[in-house]
């Protein structure tokens, strides 16, 4: 049982920076992976980001390689998404994830990850 808030969404211009918290509650969240998606309306849930549970092992989409980076604080339950050169391209909702099964994989699709937050709006004006 695991609860996950997304925090730290907002408003900012083209270029600028975006920190996103994701916290749990429940269950500490030392064993488990962590992921970041994205989501715009109309269009399908996408990976972004994840970071495994035991190697701190990091994978990134292609669209966010270079420019975002995931890291994760296990004593404070807490997993991060810092999000710099921020694009137009990059408004959506984005929420964070848990993978409890603690199988070493890259983890870019929805169905491998069991819980999820609410999520945390985006947006990146021209």
């Known amino acids: 049982q695991v609860q996950l808030v997304e925090s730290g969404g907002g408003l900012v211009q083209a270029g600028g920076s975006l920190r996103l918290s994701c916290a749990a509650s429940?269950?500490?969240?030392?064993?488990?992976?962590m992921g970041w998606f994205r989501q715009a309306p109309g269009k399908e849930r996408e990976f972004v980001a994840r970071i495994s549970w035991n190697s701190g092992s990091t994978y990134y989409a292609d669209s966010v390689k270079g420019r975002f980076t995931i890291s994760r604080d296990n004593a404070k339950n807490t997993v991060y998404l810092q999000m710099n050169s921020l694009k137009p391209e990059d408004t959506a909702v984005y929420y964070c994830?848990?993978?409890?099964?603690?199988?070493?994989?890259?983890?870019?699709?929805?169905?491998?990850?069991?819980?999820w937050g609410q999520g945390t709006q985006v947006t990146v004006s021209s």
């Open positions: 994830a848990a993978d409890s099964t603690r199988i070493k994989r890259v983890g870019v699709s929805v169905g491998e990850y069991e819980y």
């Open positions: 429940g269950r500490t969240l030392s064993a488990y992976a």
